[in-house]
């Protein structure tokens, strides 16, 4: 269940197995969530970090992909039944439904703030950061063209670390010849993080320094300050608020909602409590991989939401299924870190290789050639390179286009006008 890295590929890794697979993904694609915010800043098109699962797997005779979602899960039956009625017997399963946006518990706010986890959400979000350019260009009064010109990113995570990052080099150097009306290097990026630093996840070190990059950027960080409210044109922040038609939301995720319905332990992001060869207890033929499951390391700390877990656990899973095929007991998945990175932008990136800790534009290479070197397919990473030498040579942005409906959801004439703070406390 998913096709995602953790189902992908324990389902290769059972491509010699004596065993029939039912690949189940309500998606036609593999996804290459890394650079997804690629396409949400306009760097990439979709197709380019993309691959249909069944272009994939066309040779692997023993695998059939199955396009729908489940939505109930009984283990003690062995069934799964889809959304359709259908019901699927399985005498083994693998759990691989990832995960999704958290809005700690004020969902209605994700029509306000999209998260970033499908293709969907980044076009999205494309859409409302370019049309925000152009309305403010339309704009005849300063305050709306203000609010207009102002992004907010809320958590500073990786993916909010190179959202921002990415906003602010389109408006000062992509953007700034492109208006009239509008200068568009005075958009003003705000990334919003709850804790003391942005990327939290990473030594403290490379966090003062990716921070320092993103201010070099022109990006306003805002570490320790949580978003108590939002609405439409404003976020507050405590006492504080800041008028923005644009807001994307970076700030957590959550396990599918899936896993709940196993009747497994979960903790409070809603992954499985899975055993030491990544199995349900209490049900060795059920194994739950990549964001679904809660593994802890030998530190007893949880593996971090990132491709090489998934990609190790699925491979680890398809493994252990063939030990019990032939009788033999499961071994224990232990993780092989090979490091972490993001990237702030142009020559900008941290990144944690072999114990090693490594910045800048050496960090930044580092970054480029892993990312294309784990895309699947040849053409997909010719493409990439293309568009990323492209770019780098000329600042521009080769996938510019506003597609769906001209209208921004989260703005309104009024929430864009008031002042978000009657006692004179904006932020």
């Given at each position: 269940m998913g096709g995602g890295f953790g189902g992908l590929n324990a389902s290769r890794a059972l491509r010699r197995a004596p065993v029939r697979i039912t690949l189940i993904d309500q998606?036609?694609?593999?996804?290459?969530?890394?650079?997804?915010?690629?396409?949400?800043t306009a760097a990439l098109s979709p197709a380019e970090i993309a691959e249909p699962i069944r272009g994939i797997l066309r040779s692997q005779q023993n695998v059939e992909m199955l396009l729908g979602a489940v939505v109930d899960v009984n283990p003690a039956g062995r069934r799964i039944r889809l959304d359709d009625g259908e019901e699927i017997v399985f005498d083994y399963l693998?759990?691989?439904?990832?995960?999704?946006?958290?809005?700690?518990?004020?969902?209605?706010?994700?029509?306000?703030?999209?998260?970033?986890?499908?293709?969907?959400?980044?076009?999205?979000?494309?859409?409302?950061?370019?049309l925000a350019f152009e309305r403010a260009e339309r704009s005849p009064h300063p305050e709306?063209?203000?609010?207009?010109?102002?992004?907010?990113?809320?958590?500073?995570?990786?993916?909010g670390v190179e959202l921002a990052g990415a906003m602010a080099e389109i408006a000062r150097r992509s953007l700034r010849r492109d208006f009239r009306r509008i200068d568009p290097t005075t958009?003003?990026?705000?990334l919003v993080e709850g804790t003391d630093r942005v990327l939290p996840g990473y030594p403290p070190e490379l966090s003062a320094r990716a921070e320092a990059d993103l201010r070099r950027l022109g990006v306003e960080v805002r570490t320790g300050t949580m978003?108590?409210?939002?609405?439409?044109?404003?976020?507050?922040?405590?006492?504080?608020?800041?008028?923005?038609?644009?807001?994307?939301?970076?700030?957590?995720?959550q396990a599918s909602p899936l896993g709940g319905r196993t009747g497994t332990e979960t903790d409070r992001a809603g992954r499985l409590l899975v055993e030491p060869d990544?199995?349900?207890?209490?049900?060795?033929?059920?194994?739950?991989?990549?964001?679904?499951?809660?593994?802890?390391?030998?530190?007893?700390?949880?593996l971090p939401a990132l491709a090489p877990v998934a990609k190790q656990q699925?491979?680890?899973?398809?493994?252990?299924?063939?030990?019990?095929?032939?009788?033999e007991p499961t071994e224990p998945f232990t993780y092989r870190d090979k490091g972490s990175m993001a990237t702030i932008g142009r020559g900008a990136a941290v990144a944690v290789l072999g114990g090693r800790k490594i910045t800048g534009f050496p960090a930044w290479l580092a970054w480029l050639f892993v990312h294309i070197a784990f895309?699947?397919?040849?053409?997909?990473?010719?493409?990439?390179?293309?568009?990323?030498?492209?770019?780098?040579?000329?600042?521009?942005?080769?996938?510019?286009?506003?597609?769906?409906?001209?209208?921004?959801?989260?703005?309104?004439?009024?929430?864009?006008?008031?002042?978000?703070?009657?006692?004179?406390?904006?932020g």
């Open positions: 998606r036609n694609h593999h996804l290459f969530q890394p650079l997804l915010y690629q396409v949400a693998v759990l691989a439904t990832g995960a999704t946006h958290h809005y700690f518990g004020r969902d209605d706010w994700a029509t306000l703030a999209p998260g970033l986890k499908t293709v969907e959400d980044a076009l999205e979000i494309r859409r409302r950061f370019f709306e063209r203000s609010a207009l010109l102002t992004f907010v990113v809320v958590g500073a995570g990786p993916t958009a003003r990026i705000v978003v108590t409210e939002l609405k439409e044109g404003v976020v507050r922040m405590g006492e504080d608020s800041i008028r923005a038609a644009t807001v994307t939301w970076a700030a957590g995720v990544l199995s349900l207890p209490g049900h060795p033929r059920i194994y739950a991989i990549g964001d679904l499951s809660l593994f802890l390391s030998e530190e007893g700390e949880p699925g491979e680890h899973t398809a493994r252990n299924i063939v030990r019990q095929l032939n009788g895309l699947i397919g040849f053409r997909n990473r010719l493409l990439v390179f293309i568009q990323w030498a492209w770019s780098y040579l000329t600042w521009q942005r080769g996938a510019r286009l506003i597609t769906g409906t001209a209208a921004v959801p989260a703005r309104s004439e009024d929430a864009l006008s008031a002042d978000p703070d009657p006692a004179g406390r904006e």
